[in-house]
């Protein structure tokens, strides 16, 4: 039965959600508080990255936070405040960061990149879409025997789950990486990543949606539901009031905000994470992650990108001169033939990140709204787990059995 469903949040997972509740014959409306033009879901990495099967809620992770606290260069930094939000997160994010919880999260998180992954296939090949998707894999840099020692044995763990993993010589990595000097102990390698530029895919997915009768409200912002006996019947935004039979809470970092009017209490932050761009020739062909520094590397269409930090400090799109100037600096460390210039520093863009004190997302219905679908909190691996998402929201709005098991992403789960 065809539904008038309401989307709120426009970045990939809106996107991927209207993409196939439009296939199941729904009609869609995206409402959206910014142009649609900007943010996480422009300034990422671009990866498709199945080798990500560690959730950011790992062991140790909480102890480099407090360590990184003071450094205003570090790669992860949480800054201390008294909120209550925060509180309640930074407690259960704790409370996360244990190997039974990361045992138990790498199924779930292999299982919904690599039905991302396929669904990318799907996309370009159905809708003829020309967006740049190379399938070249992604390199894990070291610089030191630890990191690389960590690093081998995560490549072990993700070969023991199914994955192309392994690691590589310096010999090895040289035939992967000809045209560019490295400064690295060693690597790993995972064969079956996956890299984009983000904007083509969602400047292209957007035209499709347009053209196929999806309505959009972009610089619309939701400022209250109307909300009787467990269900919502309509929003109000800055310019309207617009009903609908179902609605998808894909609002990013600000999901929280809007879940709180209904009763849900999401514990979810957002992770600022910056990006700079160089068309400068790099020769660099394959995607890395440059491990000690945190950073990411893509080789994208005309530019290459590099990425990097985690700063949970609130809602704001601050940009830290200070840790732009980190990611430049690693860049050189790990690539010496590479310098990004002032101009492509003053450059630098940011994004929020939606991360959940589990390193999960939320996707699923929460028992205190019946006809609300959330679909927030992926953190870093938004752009892996975007059309993956986009499925499930689909599936569960039109009561159809899931394509995987989504027991691990309930909103209501328990921390």
């Excluded at 949040?9 to 729904?26: N, T």
């Excluded at 983000?198 to 997915?205: A, D, H, T, V, Y």
């Excluded at 945190?294 to 930090?309: D, E, I, L, Q, S």
């Amino acid at each position: 039965m065809s539904k008038k469903v309401i989307i709120i949040g426009g970045g990939i997972i809106g996107l991927c959600s209207a993409y196939y509740l439009q296939k199941e014959g729904h009609e869609i409306t995206i409402i959206d508080q910014s142009n649609m033009d900007a943010g996480a879901s422009y300034v990422n990495a671009g990866y498709l990255s199945p080798s990500h099967i560690i959730p950011l809620s790992a062991p140790g992770v909480m102890k480099k936070g407090l360590k990184w606290m003071f450094n205003p260069a570090s790669p992860l930094y949480i800054k201390p405040r008294l909120d209550a939000d925060f509180l309640k997160w930074s407690y259960a994010f704790n409370k996360s960061c244990n190997p039974n919880h990361v045992k138990k999260a790498i199924p779930a998180i292999k299982d919904i990149t690599l039905l991302s992954q396929e669904l990318y296939d799907d996309i370009k090949r159905d809708e003829k879409f020309m967006f740049h998707y190379v399938k070249k894999g992604l390199l894990m840099l070291c610089q030191t025997e630890k990191m690389l020692e960590e690093e081998v044995k995560t490549a072990h763990l993700a070969e023991n789950e199914g994955i192309d993993a392994k690691e590589i010589t310096l010999a090895e990595l040289q035939l992967l990486e000809p045209n560019v000097q490295l400064n690295v102990k060693g690597a790993t390698y995972y064969k079956g990543d996956s890299h984009t530029t983000p904007q083509e895919f969602m400047s292209e997915m957007k035209a499709h949606l347009k053209a196929v009768g999806v309505q959009f409200f972009p610089n619309e912002r939701v400022e209250d539901l109307d909300v009787k006996n467990g269900k919502v019947y309509s929003i109000k935004t800055n310019n309207q009031t617009l009903k609908a039979d179902e609605f998808v809470l894909a609002a990013g970092s600000w999901s929280h905000l809007l879940s709180k009017k209904l009763g849900i209490k999401l514990l979810l932050q957002a992770g600022k994470g910056y990006r700079i761009n160089t068309t400068h020739p790099t020769g660099i062909q394959i995607p890395a992650i440059l491990c000690e520094a945190k950073a990411a590397v893509t080789p994208m269409n005309g530019f290459t990108r590099f990425a990097g930090t985690m700063e949970i400090a609130g809602i704001n799109h601050v940009i830290n001169k200070v840790r732009v100037d980190a990611i430049a600096n690693a860049v050189t460390r790990y690539y010496p033939s590479i310098k990004l210039t002032e101009h492509e520093k003053a450059d630098a863009a940011c994004g929020l990140r939606p991360v959940t004190p589990d390193g999960l997302p939320y996707i699923g219905k929460s028992s205190k709204c019946s006809n609300l679908t959330i679909a927030a909190g992926h953190a870093m691996m938004g752009w892996s787990m975007g059309p993956g998402t986009g499925k499930l929201v689909s599936e569960i709005i039109s009561d159809k059995k899931p394509s995987i098991q989504v027991q691990m992403f309930n909103p209501d789960r328990k921390f």
